[in-house]
């Protein structure tokens, strides 16, 4: 089985020949082969040849998105207006431009086509769709969760407080974030057709308690997945969520990409039956710096608890920015644990 065939059936919460491997991609991709990560934003022949040389060095792993429009994670507040900072080696950032909760009543829905970066991540999908080879397939939506981008908007700290001061505020720019969301999702669906896979990233329900998941997170979230019902939906949160395990599974995802702040045998125990799980090698720790025992240990001992009986796919706890050893070891681990049925001891 290829990598990609083997993070699909995992996905369906079976079995494939051995537990997948799967890593986040991301702009720094650009900064791992040197290239300056402005450049690779806004030139999609550069972007296109660096994802694929990512592929073409690692052929053991599927990537997370495949093949995509990758603008980091400003392209969705560039269309609100926030500025975006560019850097050699970083990933992209943005203002938040919502000063006050007040001000939220002034924001509309934007236009992909027309608003912010948003035509140049729909151009960008065109050229990548007309220009991928078939071995490789383009997974273009990438999306902000409803909390994630309304946090761009508004700032982190100002969001949180407002949860308490201004509850009313925060659902008018939860609603508009999700249905920005939304449209952006049809649009990238209408430049070439429908994609296979809908990949959404938002930390914050992991800062919040449960009482306010349920009020202001779970709703949102719900209301983007339903709106995609034959995608694969993959869920990605670096922050732990013990906490809102259950409410997490029920929005609708089928792949979490869960922090290393969980405990992986307590979340395989509790959702492991509904959720295919895609985790838990710490990122910033033992995957960034480890010796190879530590990282191959490490890996051995995830597949032990979360493989058996499928439904897992091998990865980090959050966004992979490892050296390339470390993806080594891990490609070799999986192949040397991972064959099912799975019998460690």
Same mark, same amino acid.
């Given at each position: 089985?290829?990598?990609?065939? *083997?993070?699909?059936?995992?996905?369906?919460?079976?079995?494939?020949?051995?537990?997948?491997?799967? @890593? =986040?991609?991301?702009? %720094?991709?650009?900064?791992?082969?040197?290239?300056?990560?402005?450049?690779?934003?806004?030139?999609?022949?550069? /972007? =296109?040849?660096?994802?694929?040389? =990512?592929?073409?060095?690692?052929?053991?792993?599927?990537?997370?998105?495949?093949?995509?429009?990758?603008?980091?994670?400003?392209?969705?507040?560039?269309?609100?207006?926030?500025?975006?900072?560019?850097?050699?080696?970083?990933? !992209?950032?943005?203002?938040?431009?919502?000063?006050?909760?007040?001000?939220?009543?002034?924001?509309?829905?934007? +236009?992909?086509?027309?608003?912010?970066?948003? !035509?140049?991540?729909?151009?960008?999908?065109?050229?990548?769709?007309?220009?991928?080879?078939?071995?490789?397939?383009?997974?273009?939506?990438?999306?902000?969760? &409803?909390?994630?981008?309304?946090?761009?908007? *508004?700032?982190?700290?100002?969001?949180?407080?407002?949860?308490?001061?201004?509850?009313? %505020?925060?659902? *008018?720019?939860?609603?508009?974030?999700?249905?920005?969301?939304?449209?952006?999702?049809?649009?990238?669906?209408?430049?070439?057709?429908?994609?296979?896979?809908? @990949?959404?990233?938002?930390?914050?329900?992991?800062?919040?308690? !449960?009482?306010?998941?349920?009020?202001?997170?779970?709703? %949102?979230?719900? /209301?983007?997945?339903?709106?995609?019902? /034959?995608?694969?939906?993959?869920?990605?949160?670096?922050?732990?969520?013990?906490?809102?395990?259950?409410?997490?599974?029920?929005?609708?995802?089928?792949?979490?990409?869960?922090?290393?702040?969980?405990?992986?045998?307590?979340? /395989?125990?509790?959702?492991? *039956?509904?959720?295919?799980?895609?985790?838990?090698?710490?990122?910033?720790?033992?995957?960034?710096?480890? &010796?190879?025992?530590?990282?191959?240990?490490?890996?051995?001992?995830?597949?032990?608890?979360?493989?058996?009986?499928?439904?897992?796919?091998?990865?980090?706890?959050?966004?992979?920015?490892?050296? +390339?050893?470390?993806?080594?070891?891990?490609?070799?681990?999986?192949?040397?644990?991972?064959? %099912?049925?799975?019998?460690?001891?």
């Amino acid at each position: 089985m290829t990598p990609r065939e *083997r993070f699909m059936v995992a996905a369906k919460l079976e079995e494939p020949d051995q537990v997948p491997v799967a @890593f =986040l991609r991301s702009t %720094y991709d650009a900064a791992r082969i040197n290239l300056n990560v402005k450049d690779y934003i806004f030139d999609y022949k550069k /972007k =296109l040849n660096a994802q694929i040389r =990512l592929h073409e060095r690692f052929p053991g792993c599927a990537f997370v998105p495949g093949v995509n429009p990758d603008f980091g994670i400003v392209a969705e507040a560039s269309a609100f207006g926030s500025e975006v900072f560019y850097y050699e080696n970083e990933p !992209p950032m943005c203002t938040p431009v919502v000063k006050s909760a007040e001000a939220i009543d002034n924001l509309k829905v934007p +236009d992909p086509y027309r608003d912010g970066l948003l !035509p140049k991540v729909l151009e960008a999908y065109k050229y990548l769709s007309e220009h991928t080879p078939p071995t490789y397939g383009v997974d273009p939506q990438a999306i902000r969760g &409803p909390l994630d981008l309304a946090t761009e908007l *508004r700032g982190v700290g100002p969001l949180l407080s407002d949860m308490y001061r201004n509850p009313e %505020y925060v659902h *008018r720019l939860l609603d508009i974030a999700t249905q920005a969301e939304i449209e952006f999702v049809k649009a990238m669906d209408e430049v070439v057709g429908e994609s296979e896979i809908l @990949f959404m990233c938002d930390d914050i329900p992991g800062l919040i308690s !449960p009482k306010f998941f349920e009020e202001f997170g779970f709703p %949102y979230m719900k /209301k983007i997945f339903d709106a995609f019902s /034959k995608k694969l939906k993959i869920y990605h949160n670096c922050k732990g969520s013990m906490h809102i395990l259950e409410r997490l599974a029920d929005t609708g995802f089928q792949v979490f990409n869960f922090s290393f702040e969980n405990d992986t045998t307590e979340t /395989k125990r509790r959702i492991g *039956r509904r959720v295919c799980l895609m985790g838990n090698v710490e990122p910033i720790g033992i995957f960034l710096k480890g &010796p190879r025992k530590e990282i191959e240990e490490t890996c051995r001992e995830q597949i032990k608890v979360a493989g058996p009986n499928g439904g897992y796919v091998l990865s980090v706890g959050g966004a992979c920015y490892g050296p +390339d050893q470390s993806m080594d070891i891990m490609i070799d681990a999986a192949s040397k644990y991972g064959r %099912y049925p799975i019998n460690i001891e």
